[in-house]
Structures are given as structure tokens and as C-alpha cells.
């Protein structure tokens, strides 16, 4: 196959690019560099990648329609994988206008592209982010999502809906994945264990919201690749589905946990809780399970002993 994977050199889409690249897919990675972080990390994500003669990098903006076309009127594309977006509760709350744009009109684009040039599957990255302060447990797809508390949230809502009004007037196939907190070699440099790691490692404070109790349903880079891949070759009609580990981890067991693989501890800054955060994630898989034989296979301990490794090898240098 021939794919467009948006936010390609990012965390979860260099990662997913190795995996089609080993299977002989030919890949076109679309990213725009963008300063959320260190555009150099993304950078060095790729660049065993362009080695490989069946990948290539295109610099571009899912908001910018025009340089969008120039790169489909040049590629026969037989799906799109989306994973580009304004990623982040807390920095959607300050920059709302900034999320919609990206993650609403940027996808708009992105299936305007596929109806024009006749692509007929289309992979989303949605997140758990848009279940907000559900009190029912584990997370399902059927649950009612009409509560976000926050932009980005919302607009990954969006997307979702406006993906199945594609779907609905162009026959568009389209998976909508939710995923649920990821972590992993090579993840973000703002995500909680990452952030967590390097300051425990600085031995500076690391910033405890709330009361610490709460639990998020933490799933390895393998597992979530594993996924995203099996949704992509069962793409048909339109589907949501969660990718999680269905297992919960405290705050607290977290920070102990790489507290014991960095071995040295912690120096905890308690403050108030967050606007936009909620209290628990926690995935229902069985649907994942069922129509893509999804089965998560790294437990939190192993897949926290994999990103101590590569940050100590090579993340540390980067931060």
C-alpha cells in the first residue's frame, strides 16, 4: 500500500512509519516541524528512516489547503493514516483557537483530499481525552461523549464527527482510534512520564495536581502501533475504537515506578487540580478485541523499564 501518515515524525507516527516500512508499505510522512517541542526530536525520529527508499518526508501544514493538493495531485494514495494534531489538555485551554484550527480544519482538509482524490480509508487519531469526567468504567465507544472539558478534547470530537459525515456522503471508510495515554520510547517531551523522568533525574520538583489519586489506563507504543496498524487494514465502514491497556495506574504508583527503574526518588510539588484534567482513564477494549484481535500485550512495569532504557541512551540528550 501506499500511505499518507500525517504528524509522521512525531512519537506515535515514526514508530507506526518503522512498522509499515518493515512490512514494504511506501510511506509518505507528512509533518510540519512545529515548535509545540523541540522540532529537532522529530528530527532525529525520521532520520534512520529516509535511509529507506520507500519513505519520504514532505514538509507541510494540514491547514494550508493548497500545499495540501500539490501533495496528493503527486501521490496515488490507497489510505491515509491522520495523526497530526495540537496535542495537549492544558495548552488547549490557553490557545483554543490555535486546536480548532489544526485539529478541526486540518482534518476537514485532509477528508476534502480523500473525497477529490478518491482515497477510501481513513484513519484518525482520536483520544480518550473525549470521554471527559465519565463516572461509568471502563471507558466504551458507546458511551455518550457530548461533555468535553476541554478544546482539545472537543476538537478531537469533531473530528470524529465530521470523519463519519464523509464517511456518510462519500463512502469513505474511516476508523476513529482513542487512545489512551501512551507512553514509550521516543514519547513527548511534555507527557507526565517523560516530564517526570527527566526531573526526577535533575533532581528538580515534579509537579503533583490534586490529591494524586488519580488513575490513567497506560498503554505501551508496541501495543498502540499493533492497533492502529490491525485498524488500518480492517478499515471498512465507520468504526470507533478504543486502544488501551484496560488497566489503571495511580499517580503515585506511577512516579514509584520510575522512581525504582531511574533509581533515585522523587521530590514531590503538591498543587491544586487543573482545570481540564479528569480523574480517571480507563479503556473497555472488548470491541478492539472482537473486530481486530487487539490484544495488548506489555505490562505498565516492562514498558516503563523500555522507556528508563532509551531515555537514559538517548533521551536524556535531547531534553
Known sequence: MKLLVTGGAGFIGSHLCETLLRRGDEIVCADNFND???????????????????????????????????????????AIVHLAARAGVRPSIE???LYEEVNVKGTGNLLEMSK????????????????????????????????????????KK???????????LYQISVSCIRFFTVYGPRQRPDMAIHKFTRLID????????????SKRDYTFIADIVDGLVRSLDRCSGYEIYNLGDSRTVGLMEMIATIEKYLGK????????????????????ISKARRKLDYAPKVFFEEGIQEFIKWYTHIGRGLS
Not at 525520529?45 to 494540514?62: A, G
Not at 484518525?124 to 476541554?150: C, I, L
Not at 470524529?160 to 459525515?165: D, G, K, R
Not at 535533575?202 to 489519586?213: L, S, W
Request: hydrophobic share 35%; no cysteine.
Open 36 to 78: 509545540y517541542y523541540n522540532p529537532l526530536i522529530k528530527r532525529k525520529n525520521v532520520e534512520p528512516l529516509e535511509k529507506n527508499r520507500n519513505f519520504r518526508l514532505i514538509e507541510t501544514d494540514i491547514r494550508h489547503y493548497d500545499s495540501l493538493e500539490s501533495v496528493f495531485a503527486t501521490n496515488l494514495f490507497d
Open 158 to 168: 469533531a473530528g470524529e464527527l465530521i470523519a463519519y459525515t464523509y464517511h456518510h
Open 202 to 213: 535533575r533532581d528538580e520538583a515534579i509537579p503533583v495536581f490534586g490529591d494524586g489519586t
Open 265 to 284: 526518588k522523587a521530590n514531590l510539588q503538591r498543587l491544586p487540580f487543573q482545570p481540564g484534567d479528569v480523574e480517571i482513564t480507563y479503556a473497555d
Open 95 to 97: 490557545q483554543p483557537l
Open 116 to 155: 477529490i482524490y478518491g482515497v477510501k480509508k481513513f484513519v484518525f487519531a482520536s483520544s480518550s481525552s473525549v470521554y471527559g469526567n465519565n463516572r461509568k468504567v471502563p471507558f466504551s465507544e458507546k458511551d455518550n461523549v457530548d461533555n468535553p472539558v476541554s478544546p482539545y478534547a472537543a476538537t
